[in-house]
């Protein structure tokens, strides 16, 4: 089992930047690849960015390339999502997953369902 949780969420005017933090414990968390995810209300749940255990790759949505940056401390056992230039269509309820890293992972690294542990999520909401 991987236990995650997430901080660094709050309230922040349009183009502010926040840092996300998803702190990992239980099982070897470097061996794992990590997600960030996203729902807004109403809206369904939505990729965001993602890196792999190493930290030699990371994916990033469309909407957020440019202003977003995924990393990660394994030694620390945790991932982070800079966000700068943030936009009041950020607003959402932010996740961490984590998903070992399989064969498959570059092709469907986007998909929720590779990954096995998820955290409680934290709010970020941008005002304009």
């Known amino acids: 089992q991987v236990q995650l949780v997430e901080s660094g969420g709050g309230l922040v005017q349009a183009g502010g930047s926040l840092r996300l933090s998803c702190a990992a414990s239980?099982?070897?968390?470097?061996?794992?690849?990590v997600g960030w995810f996203r729902q807004a209300p109403g809206k369904e749940r939505e990729f965001v960015a993602a890196?792999?255990?190493?930290?030699?790759?990371?994916y990033y949505a469309d909407s957020v390339k440019g202003r977003f940056t995924i990393s990660r401390d394994n030694a620390k056992n945790t991932a982070y999502l800079q966000m700068n230039s943030l936009k009041p269509e950020d607003t959402a309820v932010y996740y961490c997953?984590?998903?070992?890293?399989?064969?498959?992972?570059?092709?469907?690294?986007?998909?929720?369902?590779?990954?096995?542990?998820w955290g409680q999520g934290t709010q970020v909401t941008v005002s304009s």
């Open positions: 239980g099982r070897t968390y470097s061996n794992y690849a």
């Open positions: 890196i792999t255990w190493s930290g030699d790759n990371t």
């Open positions: 997953a984590a998903g070992k890293q399989t064969s498959y992972y570059s092709a469907r690294y986007y998909q929720s369902q590779i990954y096995d542990y």
